[in-house]
């Protein structure tokens, strides 16, 4: 897969207009990370899986394609269906119905943050991410790594992809043997060093144009009543969830 | 008062490779400077210093007028514009025209003054229609525009550019041409390193060529008339010098060629 065919995978929904996409990106990043937190703690799985379906809801809403979710939730399948699979073979509880209650409570709470961390990125364009991340205050290491990986990673698979090519253009032909396992050993550590060289250079353009460490960005947009009232629905829907949850009489 | 000004600079990488030996030269402002130079002549390392990118190790380097060193670095780095020769390692933003803003942000200019910017940059290199796609998602040409235009952003007086031919298509070039003679126009002093030697001699005021990170000779374009010279650097002589070699003409560009031919042919 291309460069252009990733971001334009990352940033496909970005331009659309929902209530989600015209959600000020600190406020939704906040407010999705407070459900996130609020499903963890959830311990009834019939609850679990109300909290994934309005997780979906919210994606939906926001005109991200219910394929889009889906193909996304099957990278995370195989580990689900794996865990699931050992905790109902005993998994240090026994052979019995109880392992599989906890692996659907696991899994739904897994595919609800997954849905939850989707329709987060999927609604605003990644530079807005970005900007989020640095105007809510958080250490400026951690989103300048971020940042860089967003971009580099891109550069990494195209350079890797360049590589296999270069491969199959001088007939080689992986297989389960020590010579391919060899071949890319020594393609991955030259990757590496190249990156790190790549990193020099990337640190050396930006301090030539007075990078002094710490990510200047555009100002956030002023937060507003919906903003608030979207984020106050966000918090008050887990709250709900979790007093029915631990008993209380609602 | 010099544009740049180096004195018996020296520069040894970590690794033990000696990159600069000994190189002094002189660039008056206002000057079109091509370093030339093969591959490993040290043409990057002696551009890294004029921005402050590398401290030299030996020797003293002037840029506009003074030694820069400390908290002056901003100030430097707002003067002097640098555009690498990769410009995947220059354009780090998600979009084009946060990174034109990275530069301007960086000074502490407020967001009116950096928008302001961004759009004279975008506007300056044709590509405003670029401004919100993301950087790898661009031709190598566009790239290399959006990198000058991060650069131009900071509205340097003195411009560095390392191999700006790099990569690129014929088109390109041209289009490069026309916009280094447009910002030189603009009164910037303009230096490139490359071993483009025919982008050289159409382009240049003043040619150094550089080899082993020794000074080989500095001068006007008809250094590059010296084809035991070139040769010495592991350089070959502009194409149009080597058609017109047996005739009392220098054409200095295909259009001067062209009229040669045409009068030649017509007398």
């Known amino acids: 897969m291309s460069t252009l065919h990733i971001q334009q995978e990352v940033d496909t929904y970005a331009g659309l207009d929902s209530w989600m996409h015209r959600w000020e990106p600190r406020l939704k990043i906040g407010a999705g990370l407070v459900f996130v937190v609020g499903v963890v703690l959830l311990q009834s799985p019939l609850l679990a899986a109300v909290a994934l379906g309005i997780a979906v809801a919210a994606a939906v809403s926001s005109r991200l394609p219910l394929s889009f979710l889906i193909t996304r939730w099957l990278w995370v399948l195989p580990f689900l269906a794996i865990m699931a699979l050992s905790l109902s073979m005993g998994g240090g509880l026994g052979a019995s119905g109880e392992g599989l209650t906890l692996a659907f409570l696991v899994s739904m709470k897994a595919l609800t943050a997954l849905t939850i961390m989707i329709t987060l990125v999927g609604t605003q364009p990644l530079s807005a991410l970005m900007n989020a991340f640095t105007q809510m205050r958080l250490p400026h290491l951690p989103v300048m790594a971020l940042l860089l990986a967003c971009r580099y990673l891109f550069c990494f698979r195209d350079e890797l992809q360049v590589r296999q090519r270069a491969f199959a253009a001088r007939a080689f032909q992986p297989k389960p043997n020590r010579r391919t396992v060899s071949v890319y050993g020594e393609t991955t550590a030259s990757m590496l060093l190249g990156a790190l060289d790549r990193s020099e250079q990337v640190h050396r353009a930006m301090v030539a144009r007075g990078f002094d460490g710490r990510l200047r960005t555009s100002p956030p947009r002023a937060i507003n009543y919906t903003d608030l009232a979207k984020g106050v629905f966000s918090v008050a829907s887990v709250t709900l969830l979790l007093l029915v949850d631990r008993g209380f009489p609602i | ?267």
Do not use: C
């Open chain 2, 1 to 267: 008062m010099n544009a740049l000004e180096i004195t018996d600079l020296h520069y040894t990488y970590p690794d033990g490779t000696k990159a600069l030996d000994g190189v002094s030269l002189t660039i008056p402002h206002y000057a079109r400077t091509v370093l030339l130079g093969a591959n490993g002549s040290g043409k990057s390392t002696l551009l890294l210093h004029t921005n402050g990118l590398l401290p030299p190790k030996r020797g003293r380097v002037q840029v506009l007028g003074q030694e820069w060193a400390g908290n002056d670095m901003r100030r430097l780095r707002e003067r002097v514009g640098m555009v690498f020769q990769d410009p995947d390692d220059q354009l780090f933003a998600t979009t084009v025209a946060d990174d034109v803003a990275f530069g301007p942000r960086n000074l502490g200019l407020d967001e009116s003054t950096v928008q302001e910017r961004v759009h004279q940059a975008l506007n300056e290199l044709e590509i405003l229609d670029l401004a919100h796609r993301p950087p790898h998602n661009l031709s190598l040409g566009q790239k290399k525009r959006a990198a000058i235009a991060g650069v131009l952003a900071m509205q340097p007086e003195m411009l560095v550019l390392d191999e700006p031919t790099a990569s690129l298509d014929p088109l390109a070039v041209r289009h490069l041409t026309t916009l280094l003679h447009t910002l030189h126009r603009q009164g910037r002093t303009i230096i490139l390193a490359t071993h483009n030697v025919d982008f050289a001699y159409q382009w240049a005021d003043q040619v150094i060529i550089l080899h082993r990170g020794q000074v080989l000779a500095s001068g006007d374009i008809t250094l590059l008339q010296d084809e035991a010279l070139l040769d010495k650097a592991s350089l070959e002589p502009p194409l149009l010098l080597q058609v017109f070699r047996d005739t009392p003409h220098r054409p200095r560009n295909t259009a001067e060629a062209n009229q040669i031919i045409r009068n030649t042919l017509l007398s």
